[in-house]
């Protein structure tokens, strides 16, 4: 009898060490799994690698972990937002690696680890800074950049629904990289708004299926009444 | 040389301009910024749908007051709505969107824009800077089309449109059509080709205000 | 006012000429879209290539398009079966080419093509008769192949429902390749078994968003009559 | 030399065999034929999860007479049902579980088994035959233990597992553990280790009925 969904936050994430490759999930605020971060913060890892799409909005969730001095490295697409004075301190003040990766290479880069690929020629970034050093390959009559995998050992999302086999559902525009980085993970972890009985979720409307997820935890408060920023990304 | 007078374009009225082009059925991006401002203006008797970075297709307009959901913005992060016969995704399929060429137009903002249709608008290349990317080298090199919105010089009337860029390339040879608060401009094999122009501008000005050759297509 | 919902198959189809390279969904017999088939043949165009996981079953849908010799070439993962007697004889004739793909780089390169990639690094068929001649590279501890898109002019798929700007949902394991060949091919047709309105299908739960989608043509049968056979795949 | 007298197993008891060492929660593939008897096998008190190369994950049984669904199919093309807790999804993500190490278990049948773990079990090589493959090598590569389910001997007493290859490879040391109607033998950095035998059977004879040199760990 499997059962994924956990009670406890801190349990789960204790399994998490330092120097640990972690995904966070979401665009901005949306589909960032806040709990989870704070269940991150409290354990108190440090020299962690992220992968999100942002550095950090405000002084809560992801900027909150960066301003712990936990991390590392962090390997996302659009770091500068009107409210990412926490990143932009650490970034200025040498205190945090940035690997600036275009926002479909990202996404592609992670899509190839869940899907077992060796690397991909992208036509993303050919020609830029982005690409300088990198090996490129003129196919059919367009030029592409060799691009690799980005692995983690954990994956922090937030779902809006999930089952204790863990297949989950998300909510509107908060699914973003929850799917990819579900499959892209050693041990994926999933805060959802509610934990549902098995057969609850539609076989035909779960977006992610079980398989790709280890661990599920009902949490209090959605975390969707979080203040957004009206930055660009 | 002597000026003549000519009337400047609003941000509205390039936003209006470029949204006369966009065709019934279109699936389009429209960029962070400025490009944003050509949904206000896609006539009501087309189906434009359009596309925003973290998943969503065929999102419509802002909520009304009160209405605004968290887990329903754009790449802008800006509230937006969703229109019936519309769809979420994530960002693996929404990138395919993008890169495999399935996003008819994308209208992008820009720092610069050289003649072979080069785009500079991620970096400035500031020493300080912090850099940031997002979805534009993915946009400019996916979409089928791809269109600036921009004004045609910098507010210190340094000229956008140049013989080479100076910033950091977005893409390369990607732009098709530029829009200006001056003209419109199409990237054709041959040049840029001027085709239309503010009331009141001679082309001899409009290329004293440009960095890079042009050709007069207007006629 | 855009309307890829279409009353007539001879007409969608009549796009459709000599030569051009076509994929076809479904694995077996459950997701072919029979009817578009149907439509292939009495169009009667000539020099196709068809790209299906299988190469026909019986004498009817896939297999009957291979008899009318309207085939130059099949693109597959598993050409052989107990009543895939049309195409064992065409092939043993000389009158038809194989290329044959492992099913999941069959995949996965029509997700290339979707995707917009170049090329792919994939471990599966390394060291085996059918990489013979293709480039391989050693990647952090393990061999891959390189492996290219597959595109296509177009796309015959079979879903459940459908609406007028083109977004699908699928039925079971009728699914199969339908999203990923939508996303491949110039223009993709799809056959439905019921065309809904606009707002019907949940935004949560479209399979197939509409700007992968050209036409979406109802059939009076759903075709899930059709006999299945036994076999492997 | 001499036989001792021993007790084949049955396809079924093979199948028993194999089932136990399916823990619970693992993720498995069950390849065409043979293999596919190892669901009847399973306890109910363990969840297994089956995967189906064609898009289902936790499927269940046979349908009832007249239950069955024309679009509701595993690989095998065999009529099936989904549990509770199942899902579908589309050839890519369903091949992504596959090659990307998702699959926890997978059990192939072989033609041929070599010693340093290669399998060949698409291809005889024969000159006429169609070729055909399917998802054999994609399971061999990608799930993170393979197994095999075979007979120990051809129909004809040909050894199956063999010191090198004489039929096409299907994946390069890609096998963990081969189950058969004699034995269970682990492949191991140091050779095939048999860790049981059926009743009756000796080593030697084995060994005789092998066509690669085996390691003798049953005790």
Redesign the interface.
């Known amino acids: 009898m499997i059962n994924k969904a956990e009670k406890n936050i801190t349990d789960v994430l204790s399994q998490i060490k330092d120097g640990a490759t972690i995904m966070i999930g979401g ?5 960032q799994p806040a709990e989870l971060i704070d269940g991150l913060i409290n354990l108190g890892v440090k020299d962690l690698v992220i992968i999100n ?1 942002n550095a950090g909005n405000g002084d809560h969730g992801l900027a909150r972990l960066l301003k712990t001095g936990a991390v590392r490295k962090i390997i996302c ?5 009107s409210d ?1 004075w926490v ?2 301190e650490l ?2 003040a040498g205190k945090i690696d ?1 690997e ?9 880069r ?2 190839a680890a869940g899907m077992g690929l060796g690397a991909v020629y ?9 690409a300088e050093g990198k090996e490129t390959r003129h196919i059919d009559g367009k ?1 592409y950049v060799l691009e690799y995998p980005i692995k983690a050992d954990f994956a922090l999302i937030k779902a809006n629904k999930g089952d204790r086999w863990g297949n989950l559902v ?11 980085m579900a499959m892209a993970a050693d041990v994926t972890i999933a805060q959802v708004s509610q934990t549902v009985d098995l057969g609850e979720l539609d076989p035909e409307h779960v ?1 992610t299926p079980g398989i790709f997820v280890q661990h599920v935890v009902q949490v209090q408060s959605a975390s ?3 203040e ?6 | 040389m002597s000026h003549t007078s000519y009337t400047v374009s609003t941000r509205d009225q390039i936003a209006e301009r470029a949204a006369q082009d966009i065709p ?2 279109a ?1 389009v991006n429209l960029g ?2 400025l490009p944003t401002k050509i949904a206000q203006y896609l006539s009501n ?3 434009v ?1 359009l ?8 999102f419509g307009p802002s909520p009304a007051k009160g209405e605004e ?11 937006v709505t ?1 229109l ?20 008819d137009i994308c209208v992008l903002g820009a720092f610069q824009v050289a003649a072979n249709g080069d785009l500079a608008n991620w ?1 400035t290349g500031a020493e ?11 946009l400019a ?2 979409a089928k089309k791809v269109f600036v919105m921009t004004n045609h010089t910098t507010k210190t009337g340094d000229p956008k449109i140049v013989s080479e860029l100076t910033y ?5 040879n990607c732009i098709d059509r530029i829009y200006t608060d001056l003209c419109v401009i199409d990237v054709t094999d041959k040049g840029l080709a001027v085709t239309e122009m503010v009331d009141g501008m001679s082309f001899a000005d409009l290329q004293a205000l440009t960095g890079a050759t042009l050709i007069d297509a207007t006629k």
Chains 1, 3 share one sequence.
């Open positions: 665009f901005g605020t949306a589909g799409n697409s659009f770091p500068r937002q990412s990143f932009d970034y200025h940035l600036l990766v275009p926002q479909g290479n990202l996404a592609c992670i899509q992208t036509p993303t970034g050919f020609g830029t800074l982005l030029d998300y909510r509107k525009s908060a699914r973003n990289f929850g799917p990819i977006i969707t009444s979080t957004l920023s009206d930055t660009a990304a | 019934d059925g699936y962070i910024g008797d087309k189906d749908f596309h925003s970075e973290n998943g969503l297709l065929a959901d968290p887990e329903l913005i754009n790449a802008g992060k800006e509230y969703m019936d016969g519309g769809s979420y995704f994530h960002h693996g399929d929404s990138f395919a969107m993008m890169r495999g060429g399935h996003i970096s300080d800077a912090i850099p940031a990317v997002g979805g534009a080298m993915d090199v996916g950091p390339v977005t893409g390369k």
